[in-house]
């Protein structure tokens, strides 16, 4: 893992490096497989302060299924999944006092998207975690000594012990969604963004304008219990990567549906404080509510922006948020899913 590190250019000095295992990752931050991605990780230390931590993420070819069929590559928020780890593994061993506790992620500051490759199951990815101007910022290549995928600043985690973890959970009610009200179900979405299932979780939505000219989405969403299991340790709870699912989805509808330009494919590029409330968690819930809204559409010569801001309900609890999902609309001749449709 160093020889791969170094041929990332990634800088690997310390004073001491540890080996971890699949088995001391889960261990750490709760989560097990199949919701588990991280395979290997090698922990830099100088002192008792931890430098970095090095991961490697394994993903399987059902995780691209129906992320743009044509030319399956690794969702954004898959990639978010394995980031998620690899941040909640270095915050778990950066502080002694939260040793044996859970760690729960509460918000990250920004996210930055980068180029889309054809998802290729035998060459594993690798994520970076360190500390930059002192916020926790994680970065993932896909394996070649190349730009990285994406990155994601300002990691934040609540830790719980067991105990405060399992007096977080309660019962879910579960509340169907009302296609019979819905303007859009899911064979129309599929016609205005290159997904489907199982990849595509959004059931249906309803799209409107406010008073003041703002198109919103009011988007369902059921996510299957298989994409739940092994999700700190168990197999009925929504995580901030489900979350976070629906509403770029939601939000690529609400692009693609409202926004008056030529055919194009919405593309989430970078996003600001995102949220996610770790004080309570719903168990076999698979149902949730999204609302959002196109907050700006920014045109530069010949590239278009939208600004979408969102929330996420489940149980009429707002449990997740975005101040800012930035979409580039890229148009369809040029995205690499168009193409190979054409």
Known sequence: MVEKAVLLGL????ETVQFCEESEISSIIRHTPPYLVLTHALLGRSGSSPLF??????FSESECDGHYPGFPSLPLTEIGRAMDQTAALFAGYAESAHAGKIPL??????????????????NPCWIWASLHNGELRTTLFSGTPSSPLASIEGWTYDFKNKEEFESSLSE???????????ELDRNDLMKLIPQAPPFL??????????????????????????MKAGYLGRDTILGPMHCSRALAQSGMVLCAAALPLPDF???????????YDTSCYFKSQNDVTVVARIESVISKKSLNMARVSG?????????????????ILIPRHEHPAGRSNQ
């Open 11 to 14: 800088p690997v000095t310390a």
């Open 53 to 58: 931590v090095f991961a490697r993420a394994s």
């Open 105 to 122: 992620l509460h918000r990250i500051a920004k996210l930055k998207g980068g180029r889309i490759e054809r998802f290729d199951p035998l």
């Open 172 to 182: 879910s009610l579960l509340v169907f969604p009302d296609v019979s009200c819905s």
């Open 201 to 226: 979780i959004l059931e249906s939505a309803t799209i409107s304008k406010e008073p003041n000219g703002h198109a919103t989405i009011s988007a369902q969403a059921r996510v299957l219990p298989e």
């Open 265 to 275: 494919i919405p593309e989430v590029a970078s996003a600001y404080s995102i949220w």
């Open 311 to 327: 929330s996420l309900f489940c149980n009429g609890r707002k449990i997740y948020g975005a101040e800012s999902l930035n979409y």
